[in-house]
Structures are given as structure tokens and as C-alpha cells.
């Protein structure tokens, strides 16, 4: 029997997904399609879904990302759909008090009945959180320490009778949280690709998120989280992203690729490019090298993979076998077709090796 790994769906909650191109399918993040998606989901046997925070789109001729539903409601009312997935919701620490978002996340993990998990965003797009004026001056100096304050704080709320605090960000004074958590460790992700990253990761999660270009670097980057957590005395899981283009056949799945591609919004491309040009650049060289290709910018926040159900289920085998992967949250052209087609040919596959679990790997978090 292989190594058995958890998977996830990272939701449509903006519009047109994660590709930036004319001839994806477009499409609006309603309730009606991420509950569709959910449930498709767990029928077909995924353990968890993932909703992103996004607070301001790129524009351009699709008009990317300008349409999104806010996470945290969002899996509030997915909860009673889905009966037995993890609900990863996002949470972005500059924009709310933790006394308040303690309470939101003991609330929801009751509505969920301790389903709850929470992505910690401590950066994002600045551009976003600039336009509300929350954005304080040189915060890619200290958002670390910021979050580090504002995620122990939540944790004391949720497991203390009263908290007072004097720190350098929040001060508290007698400040109380009732009730409590359904979950005595609520599940805590935060995605990173720095060591800065991986250490708060060891420090105050249960599990890391990160995006990796190839089999190597995926298991040279989940390594290295479980390494730091090692250092620190804990155990973490690992997850990574993937946008899956699929077919029937290997050249089939291509013959997508090149589809949309042909189809590359560029106008909201550079929108999205020209705030992060040096991460997004060396992705761009890597993928062109890999695809042949002039242009594989249209893929937002992760690496594509094109292929048919052996071609994907062995990539997925290697993940979790050759580089340790605990989990593997993906994202579909058209998640409805997507997900149908990967429980029709993929997960049999999956199930026949042997590296899909009957009970979800997130039902007892690492200590």
C-alpha cells in the first residue's frame, strides 16, 4: 500500500478561477457553484475545502478576480452541505481584531461541528488592503511579528477564562471569548515559500501551504517545513498546490493548454505581474522552459499540470510517495467538469494503489 494522502479543492470564491485567459471558462463565484463544487467534492471522497480572502481584482478584458465572496461567510454556509469536510476558511490579520475573529472562529467551528480550519494570509496583495487604508507603513518589515502577536492572542482567547495583554501591537484588558471552540487545536495553515514563513509555521501551525514547480522542489520545500518543525519540537503536514488540466489523453489535456493560452488576458496579466515581478518572472522562466511555451503567465498562484488519469495519478503517487506530500489541494478550468472527471478516472486509480484514506487525515491534527 502507498503513502495515503488528503485532497482538497481550493474554491472558486472569485470569478473565472485561476486562469487569466479569454478562452478559460468564465464563470461567477456564487454560493450555487461553490456548494455544487463542495459537494462534488465529498462525494467523490476529497477530505477538505480551502476559500481563498480576496478583496480587489486585476481587471483587464475578463474583468479577473473584480467579482469574489467573502471566505469566512462563505463556509458558514457551506457547512450544512457538506457534512464531513475540513472547511479551510482565510483570515488576513490586518484587517480584523483578534478579539473579534476569535469569537467568528468559535462560532463557525460550532456551526461546522469542528470542521473548522483557518488560513493565517499574512501579506497578500498590499494593493488590496491599501484601498481601506489598513495597510500600515513598512508592514513587510514586521507581518510576521504582527500575525505572531495577533494568532497567540486568538489561541489564549479561545483557551483562556480572560486575557489582558500589553504587547506592542494589541493591548487587552480583561478581555473575555465564550464560548470556546468546539476543537480543543483548530486546525491553523498559513501558505509561505520563506524560511521567515517556515518558521512560524513550526511555531504556530498544524500544517504548510506552498506551491513548487516540480516533484523536486515540492519535496525539497515540504521537507524543509517538516525539518523546522522538527527543530522546534513539533510536527506539521504538508500540502501543495496544483492546477490540473485534464483529459481524456495526455494530448488531449495539451491541446487545453494551448487553448487558453491562445486566449491570455494581458491586460490584467500585468496587473497582476507588475507587483510581483521578481517571484512571478522566475515562475514564468520555469514553466516556459517546461511547456515549451512563450507565455505561461496565465496561470494565477500555482503550477499547472496537464495530463491524462495515469499521467495524473502518477504525478499525484510521486507527490506523496517520492516527496512526502501530505495533502494535495487542486484547482480545475471548470471545477464542476473537473471534479467529475477526476472521480470518474482519477480517483480509481488512486484508490487502487492505495493512496486514498477512508477517514480524512485532517481528523486528528499533529501535536
Given at each position: 500500500?502507498?503513502r ?27 454560493f ?20 481563498m ?10 474583468n ?8 469566512t ?30 469569537k ?7 456551526i461546522?461541528g469542528?470542521r ?17 487604508g ?7 518589515d ?5 500575525t ?20 506592542r ?32 509555521i ?56 494551448e ?5 491570455a ?14 517571484v ?5 522562466a ?30 499525484i ?16 478550468p ?31 491534527s499533529?501535536?
Amino acid at each position: 500500500m502507498g503513502r495515503m494522502i488528503d485532497l482538497g479543492v481550493f474554491l472558486p470564491v472569485a470569478n473565472n478561477g485561476w486562469i487569466i485567459s479569454k478562452t478559460s471558462p468564465q464563470f461567477l463565484p456564487t454560493f450555487e457553484l461553490n456548494r455544487e463544487v463542495s459537494k462534488l467534492a465529498e462525494r467523490i471522497g476529497f477530505s477538505y475545502v480551502f476559500s481563498m480572502a480576496k478583496w480587489r481584482g486585476f481587471g483587464g478584458s475578463t474583468n479577473f478576480w473584480d467579482y469574489s465572496v467573502e471566505s469566512t461567510t462563505l463556509m458558514a454556509g457551506l457547512a450544512a452541505h457538506v457534512p464531513t469536510l475540513r472547511l479551510i476558511t482565510s483570515i488576513a490579520p490586518v484587517l480584523i481584531h483578534p478579539a473579534i475573529f476569535a469569537k467568528m472562529a468559535a462560532t463557525l467551528d460550532e456551526i461546522t461541528g469542528g470542521r473548522l480550519g483557518i488560513n493565517i494570509v499574512s501579506a497578500g496583495n498590499p494593493g488590496e488592503y491599501k484601498q481601506m487604508g489598513l495597510y500600515p507603513d513598512n508592514f513587510e518589515d514586521f507581518r510576521y511579528d504582527y500575525t505572531q502577536e495577533w494568532l497567540t492572542l486568538v489561541k489564549r482567547l479561545w483557551t483562556e477564562d480572560s486575557v489582558t495583554h500589553d504587547g506592542r501591537f494589541f493591548k487587552l484588558t480583561d478581555c473575555q471569548s465564550w464560548p470556546k471552540p468546539v476543537q480543543q487545536n483548530v486546525p491553523i495553515v498559513c501558505a509561505t515559500s520563506s524560511e521567515r514563513g517556515f518558521a512560524f509555521i513550526a511555531e504556530h501551525c498544524t500544517d504548510g501551504f506552498f506551491g513548487g514547480s516540480s516533484l523536486e522542489s515540492n519535496r525539497t520545500m515540504g521537507l524543509r517545513i517538516k525539518e523546522v518543525a522538527a527543530a522546534a519540537g513539533r510536527s506539521v503536514r504538508t500540502h501543495t498546490l496544483m492546477i490540473l488540466i485534464q483529459g481524456a489523453t495526455d494530448r488531449e489535456a495539451e491541446q487545453m493548454l494551448e487553448y487558453y493560452l491562445d486566449g491570455a488576458d494581458l491586460e490584467a496579466i500585468n496587473n497582476i505581474y507588475s507587483t510581483r515581478q521578481g517571484v512571478r518572472a522566475e515562475k514564468n522562466a520555469l514553466l516556459r522552459d517546461r511547456f515549451k511555451a512563450a507565455d505561461m503567465r496565465i496561470f494565477y498562484g500555482g503550477i499547472p499540470f496537464v495530463g491524462g488519469p495515469e499521467r495524473v495519478a502518477t504525478m499525484i503517487e510521486e507527490n506523496a510517495v517520492q516527496g512526502e506530500i501530505d495533502g494535495m489541494m487542486f484547482v480545475f478550468p471548470d471545477f464542476v467538469e473537473g471534479l467529475t472527471r477526476f472521480g470518474d478516472q482519477v480517483m480509481p486509480i488512486l484508490r487502487e494503489r492505495g493512496l486514498i484514506r477512508e477517514t480524512s487525515g485532517w481528523l486528528s491534527s499533529p501535536a
